[in-house]
Nanobody
Framework: VQLQASGGGLVQAGGSLRLSCTAS????????MGWFRQAPGKEREFVAA????????YYTDSMRGRLTISRDNAKNTVTLQMNSLKPEDTAVYYC????????????????????WGQGTQVTVSS
């Protein structure tokens, strides 16, 4: 599967962005999906994940309450709504897909994911 992340950009602190991850090559419903981010000079970190069914969702504590992850399997798209953005949220955001299992679960472990998109830049100005 090929993943394409989009929706990043420059926003002022307190603003919102809606990131999208579109899959091609295979039906998205077969994957557990996640979002990760990497800021300059820092390691990649988990942001959010959603199970195959969409029932289970998992968010990083640092952004909890400001994120909503959702999926539209019919459109082969996963969306990450980010609100009340802070300058420390500045990073390249990546979407990822897991296909090793057929379980309906979520994971924050980067090694669990099999496929990664190219990333979209999110810059939050103070």
């Amino acid at each position: 599967v090929q993943l394409q992340a989009s929706g990043g950009g420059l926003v002022q602190a307190g603003g919102s962005l809606r990131l999208s991850c579109t899959a091609s090559g295979r039906t998205l419903s077969t994957y557990m999906m996640g979002w990760f981010r990497q800021a300059p000079g820092k390691e990649r970190e988990f942001v959010a994940a959603i199970s195959r069914s969409g029932i289970y969702k998992y968010y990083t504590d640092s952004m909890r309450g400001r994120l909503t992850i959702s999926r539209d399997n019919a459109k082969n798209t996963v969306t990450l709504q980010m609100n009340s953005l802070k300058p420390e949220d500045t990073a390249v955001y990546y979407c990822a897909a897991e296909q090793k299992t057929n379980s309906d679960y979520v994971s924050r472990g980067g090694s669990v994911y099999d496929f990664w998109g190219q990333g979209t830049q999110v810059t939050v100005s103070s």
